[in-house]
């Protein structure tokens, strides 16, 4: 059994004077990783999420990444969807398309979208059984430690409330400790219907990407790194991988709150 904890350190965080100074690293930093993993194992899973982390991705569309990264090795996931189709202005998918992957050539098989035709437990059962098939084609790896699937790259938002994924603060959806993927019916972030991966998955990474920007997400930034501890912690605070490194990319706007706040 696998349980969502709080860290008992503070994590990496790199904070930057604005959000082009981020995107210039995030890029950097993403493709590193690509070529790390392309050459020990001949493939790269990332998972992405919704929000503003797709615009803090642009630059791997630009020279040098766009010709150097190794695109037809990259497997791409979802950390959450939003159960509408793909078309639809709320799809996690339609802005990853439109921002980014429209502009790489990853091959189209190597997107791994919900199937919108089916319901939000479909749905989820649908997405775990994609991710198991992976497994058994060794695409994915499993942890040593949990059973649970291993991603070489997940790179989360974070919203206002602290909530990631589609894992909201108070939500019994943040204890889900055995589906891979689960599903919640009644958000309290519109819209209501979303697959999301549960904590054990998140926490199985082998390296995080938590981007944040913005003035509006100081509070939340603080309390999840803060040295505050508390029995009831925000969603962002029980981002833990347990063999994996976690780093934070925040703007200035974001890390206001923080007591050490030197930037690049």
């Keep these: 059994m696998a349980e969502a904890s709080i860290r008992s350190e503070k994590p990496k965080h790199i904070i930057f004077k604005g959000e082009e100074e981020l995107s210039k690293s995030l890029a950097k930093y993403t493709a590193d990783l690509s070529e790390k993993f392309v050459r020990e194992r001949g493939a790269f899973t990332v998972v992405l999420?919704?929000?503003?982390?797709?615009k803090s991705l642009r630059k791997l569309v630009e020279p040098p990444y766009v010709d150097s990264i190794e695109w037809a090795r990259w497997h791409v996931f979802w950390?959450?969807?939003?159960?509408v189709k793909k078309d639809h202005p709320d799809s996690n998918y339609k802005l990853a398309f439109d921002g980014f992957l429209s502009k790489v050539p990853i091959p189209p098989g190597h997107v791994y979208a919900i199937n919108d035709a089916l319901s939000p437990e479909g749905a989820a059962d649908d997405y775990e059984a994609c991710l198991r098939q992976l497994v058994k084609t060794e695409v994915l790896k499993l942890s040593?430690?949990?059973?649970?699937?291993?991603?070489?790259?997940?790179?989360?938002?974070?919203?206002?409330?602290?909530?990631?994924?589609?894992?909201?603060?108070?939500?019994?959806?943040?204890?889900?400790?055995?589906r891979w993927v689960t599903f919640i019916k009644e958000s309290p972030k519109p819209p209501p219907q979303r697959i999301t991966f549960t904590f054990p998955v998140i926490n199985s990474s082998s390296y995080i990407a938590q981007v944040v920007c913005g003035?509006?997400?100081?509070?939340?930034?603080h309390n999840?790194?803060?040295?505050?501890?508390?029995?009831?912690?925000?969603?962002?605070?029980?981002?833990?991988?347990?063999d994996g490194e976690l780093t934070w990319f925040l703007d200035e706007a974001a890390a206001s709150l923080l007591q050490d706040k030197a930037s690049l």
Excluded at 49 to 54: A, H, M, Q, V, W
Excluded at 159 to 174: E, M, R, T
Excluded at 215 to 221: F, G, P, Q
Aim: proline share 10%; hydrophobic share 40%; net charge negative.
């Design 49 to 54: 999420s919704g929000g503003s982390l797709i």
């Design 79 to 83: 950390v959450d969807e939003r159960v």
């Design 144 to 178: 040593k430690d949990n059973g649970f699937p291993k991603f070489d790259l997940m790179l989360l938002g974070m919203g206002p409330d602290g909530h990631v994924a589609s894992l909201f603060p108070g939500h019994p959806l943040v204890k889900e400790n055995q």
């Design 215 to 221: 003035s509006n997400k100081a509070a939340a930034v």
């Design 224 to 242: 999840a790194l803060g040295t505050e501890k508390t029995s009831d912690p925000l969603p962002a605070a029980m981002v833990n991988p347990r």
